[in-house]
């Protein structure tokens, strides 16, 4: 994919939709990268010191792998919200805007004087995302808070790692990506409502970090409620489904398997156990099933030891049972699905010449977003930034 010039018209979507990206780390950049992917218009007002993501992670040449992928399809601009000067520009953004994004503490943007009451004034459409560890509100609301917080205090960490080992934190931004995707559709429903509702106004939206995986780890709290039950650790496995594991197979790789459906419970257990053994009473039911998955797995995963990774994905495809191999980021790039849907795609960086990253998900058939550069370097785009709002300003009605 070709680079398209920082200045050209947004198509997708969202084209003609200003978003001023004012977070870092990591779920306030990342609902500006999505918006910019379907055609916003963003620009990252970061730090002249520089966003600190630029700083994470590997490099190349001096230059942030992961800051060329999610800053990708924004404008840069410096500035220090804390000096007038600075602030004054940040205002004259707003009033072009329609969605600001911030992660800073609570009550940070106030004591700068650009708090959400000064920024309405200034643009009463304004959508404000205000993303935080803990929200607004409530007694934790001026602690600092990152994913690995989040991660935490929801109660994902406690159900993942196996049952004698300790609670597993994810090895990526697990809580910021949830957040990040919730964030965005939150501000996809203020922007339908101001416009295609026709109401003409803004308002903000009080983003918690912990709050989003919380919700998407589904009726634990109902559970503990009504049955006085807490769910622990249980490794790979399930307490919904069985058989659910990683297993290993004879020629050392690794398979993923889950069976939630009867009918794929009763191909499983047919292929890997013989015929008869799906009709064994200890597996006639979910709650049984889980019961006895000591048993289930010694069936499957004895079966599976027995065999090469090509031979189990053959024989479980044509039994049509759902199982897939446990892949590292190289097996990725090498995979025919992969590749046939370009789900990591190639941009034409300034720094780095051709880039691979994730292409743009998800699809939509007649509007779909594209990538139209990577990330770019401090402060790259202020000069055309300032232009256009001294050309918007000049077009004004006097």
């Not at 590749?339 to 990253?357: N, S």
Request: some cysteine.
């Amino acid at each position: 994919m070709d680079p398209s010039p920082a200045s050209e018209p947004g198509q997708g979507p969202l084209a003609g939709l200003r978003v001023l990206d004012c977070a870092t780390l990591f779920a306030g950049p990342i609902i500006a990268t999505q918006l910019g992917d379907f055609g916003a218009d963003v620009i990252k007002v970061e730090h002249p010191n520089g966003d600190p993501l630029r700083n994470m992670g590997y490099k190349k040449d001096g230059h942030g792998l992961w800051w060329k992928v999610a800053a990708r399809n924004k404008r840069c601009i410096a500035l220090d919200l804390k000096q007038p000067d600075d602030a004054a520009i940040f205002k004259r953004l707003v009033a072009e805007a329609d969605v600001v994004v911030e992660n800073f503490r609570t009550g940070t943007m106030e004591s700068w004087g650009l708090g959400w009451d000064v920024l309405s004034a200034i643009n009463p459409r304004l959508v404000m995302v205000r993303v935080t560890g803990f929200g607004q509100t409530g007694p934790y609301r001026r602690r600092a808070g990152f994913g690995t917080l989040a991660e935490a205090m929801s109660g994902f960490a406690h159900i993942t790692g196996e049952p004698d080992g300790p609670p597993t934190l994810p090895p990526f931004g697990l809580a910021d990506g949830v957040a990040a995707y919730f964030g965005c559709f939150a501000t996809m429903f203020a922007l339908y409502e101001r416009d295609a509702k026709g109401s003409g106004k803004g308002q903000y939206i009080d983003l918690a970090i912990y709050e989003p995986i919380f919700a998407l780890l589904g009726p634990q709290s109902t559970v503990y409620d009504q049955l006085g039950i807490i769910q622990n650790r249980t490794g790979n496995r399930s307490v919904n489904n069985a058989p659910r594991n990683a297993y290993r197979t004879r020629d050392g790789r690794w398979v993923a398997l889950s069976a939630a459906a009867p009918s794929i419970v009763r191909r499983v257990l047919e292929l890997t156990g013989g015929a008869g053994t799906a009709d064994d009473p200890r597996f006639q039911t979910n709650r049984s099933r889980i019961e006895h998955v000591e048993v289930i797995d010694e069936i499957v995963g004895g079966w599976i030891a027995r065999h090469d990774l090509a031979e189990v994905i053959d024989a479980f495809e044509r039994v049509e049972a759902a199982i897939a191999p446990i892949y590292d980021v190289e097996q990725i790039l090498a995979d025919p699905q992969y590749q046939a849907r370009e789900t990591v795609i190639r941009v034409e960086d300034e720094d780095l010449g051709p880039v691979r990253m994730p292409n743009v998900f998800p699809r939509l058939s007649r509007t779909p977003g594209r990538i139209r550069f990577a990330g770019a370097r401090i402060d790259q785009h202020r000069q055309e930034i300032l232009d256009e709002l001294a050309a918007r300003i000049g077009k004004r009605p006097a």
